[in-house]
């Protein structure tokens, strides 16, 4: 960019820090540098196939931003503005697990969720409801289109993490059973 966008304190400031070499970055540009560099590829490998997906949907970019944020250190998320647009997401992506907010445009959380419920492709996928409205018409109306968790605003985002994998938890732990009793009823000494 130049010195154009600089003050002249600015300036005068640069000039006097002491020469690292020509054009060379300082100590603390190099650490700024590689820890950038390294918390992106562990992002990338860490996060692998087996990593869940989450869609993240809310019409308030700072709220999107923070829960997006908080949950893509331990999962794979993908984001969407409002209804519409994530039932679009859900139905192409499938993903594991769907936060929602309520009230948005175009199509509120309740219709979403309505919508995927009804879809026999998305009907399987869990959605936690996020939102401002803490009366209990509110928390019955979303339960009632299918949603299996509903949090209020403001919300600490450890127990949205901790409910997020107690889901999966669950997941797991239903499809073991499931195998297991799979496997007992094809046993050679259990068949009549």
Do not use: W
């Not at 450890?158 to 669950?170: A, G, Y």
């Amino acid at each position: 960019l130049g010195k154009d966008h600089l003050t002249p304190e600015e300036i005068s400031a640069e000039e006097n820090r002491p020469a690292t070499g020509s054009n060379q970055p300082s100590l603390s540009e190099i650490s700024f540098l590689e820890d950038d560099s390294n918390h992106d590829h562990t992002e990338e490998t860490e996060l692998d196939n087996k990593t869940p997906l989450l869609l993240v949907v809310d019409d308030n970019v700072e709220m999107l931003g923070f829960v997006s944020d908080t949950l893509k250190t331990s999962y794979k998320v993908t984001t969407a503005n409002n209804g519409l647009e994530a039932l679009k997401i859900a139905r192409t992506q499938i993903p594991d697990l769907i936060v929602t907010d309520i009230m948005m445009p175009e199509m509120d959380g309740y219709q979403f969720c309505e919508a995927l419920k009804n879809d026999q492709k998305t009907s399987h996928i869990p959605v936690i409801m996020l939102t401002a409205k803490a009366s209990p018409n509110s928390e019955l109306k979303g339960f009632k289109t299918g949603a299996i968790h509903y949090v209020t605003k403001p919300f600490n985002p450890t127990l949205l993490e901790v409910r997020i994998k107690n889901i999966f938890e669950s997941q797991i732990q239903l499809k073991e059973r499931i195998l297991n009793n799979q496997t007992l009823n094809l046993d050679p000494k259990h068949v009549v």
